[in-house]
């Protein structure tokens, strides 16, 4: 068991959004057993029990990211792609990206989870696309490893494309797919991996990557089998006014009347960024309950746009929160994430627009729902302990603990957790990895980014 003593403040993020004072948290297991003011265990309970003072902790559900790509982590900053609008970006890193081996994977998804774990995000998904044809073993189980070993509860993507520069897509041929190849793959995986349980470790969502990089077919079958499977689908959508051309030059309409016609609505779906959409396209969102993944520090590196999140909100669209690939954001800071969502809705609609209640919603509840993690997002008796504490006692927060709860958005400049627990176990423990030697992740993850830069150059 843990037992979380004296709590500072807790943030429930439950249906009444209530905020407690030096209150118990006990967990049993992976589920939170009881909260209450001052929580006696026996002599004998004590001894099987890891006590924790949290008189100086904020305590909130752990964070779901709702959209990464994992493998990124090992070529963000590099100086070409520094300042270049997304399809130049992508066009850029595709021939790097086609260097990744079995270690690239394996880290890049090591040091993604160990940033998100560290800043408060107990869930991620990963939309992995990127399949070379000379890749050897199974792509999403050295994922699975590396999420398993390092501690974070993971739903990643089976993501894919099929359509590479000889078939007028932007990823060099050899980074594309067959139609049956990724058709047969998406049932596999979630044969192999996929766990329906409600706190389960290890589940899948499917998602081709953009209607510009892949077939009609692939988009249709994914919605088939997604429903047969009852497993989400995702995909980008929306993100450039470079793709809105695309889908009217190619298929004669907008994005989103290209999901329509293909099923690509409903409670089962959300789209990644969503900036382009137009103010009848959002009321196509709240009628059918399509999500948003919504990312704003990457639409702000690459300068893609500002979401309509305010207005998506008030009307009862379903908005999560994603950092986004580590090559078009260059970290994965959840908490960051919930910091540039609340000033980021400001610059467009004024001081009012997004408070840092509303933003921390977001991330929390909001990202459990979109990925249909039922038992998540929120603290309180018989939910699954994912949780994230935040020392409030530290020089970045003085002078701002009046509100503790919106002092980590407002205030700080260490976005880390004292400790983050996932399913009941701690993961971080005083700010560090309890699982892995954050050391050999540093060292492994630059000289793959120095090996990989210098393959695709040869």
Known sequence: MILLKNCFYIATFNNKYDELKNHDILIEDNIIKKISPSIQLSSQELENTDVIDCSHFLVIPGMVNTHHHLYQTVTRNLPVAQ?????????????????????????????????????????????????????KGDLMEIQFEAATRVGIRFSPARGSMTRGKSNGGLPPDHLVQSTEEVIKDMVRVIEKFHNPKPLAMKKIVLAPCSPFSVDKEVMLETARIGRKYNVVIHTHLAETEDE????????????????????????????????????????????????????????????????????????????????????????????????????????????DALTARQALNMATRNGADLLKLDGLGKIEQDMGADLALYDM???????????????????????????????GKVVVRNGKLVCYDEEEIVVKANEITKRIVNNSKT
């Open 393 to 423: 006692f530290k020089l970045q927060y003085a002078g701002a603990i009046e509100d503790p709860l919106a002092a980590i958005v407002f205030s700080g400049y260490n976005h880390e957790t004292a400790y983050t627990i996932v399913n």
């Open 244 to 351: 809105e051309r695309y889908c009217l030059e190619k298929y004669g309409k907008r994005p989103l009347a290209l999901m329509e016609e293909w099923r690509w609505l409903g409670d089962d779906v959300y789209f990644a960024h969503g900036i382009w959409f137009k103010n009848d396209e959002l009321k196509v969102l709240k009628d059918s309950n399509t999500g948003i993944a919504h990312c704003p520090t990457s639409n702000m590196r690459l300068g893609s746009g500002i979401a309509k999140v305010k207005q998506m909100l008030s009307m009862g669209i379903r908005v999560g929160l994603g950092v986004d690939g580590s090559a078009s954001n260059d970290s994965s800071d959840m908490l960051g994430e919930v910091r540039n969502a609340m000033l980021l809705q400001r610059v467009q609609y004024g001081p």
């Open 83 to 135: 300042n270049t609008k997304l399809f130049d970006w992508l066009a850029y890193l595709y021939p790097i990206w086609g260097c990744m081996d079995e270690e690239a994977i394996y880290y890049s998804t090591l040091l993604g989870s160990a940033e998100l774990l560290k800043t408060g995000a107990t869930t991620t998904t990963d939309q992995m696309y990127l399949y070379p044809y000379d890749f």
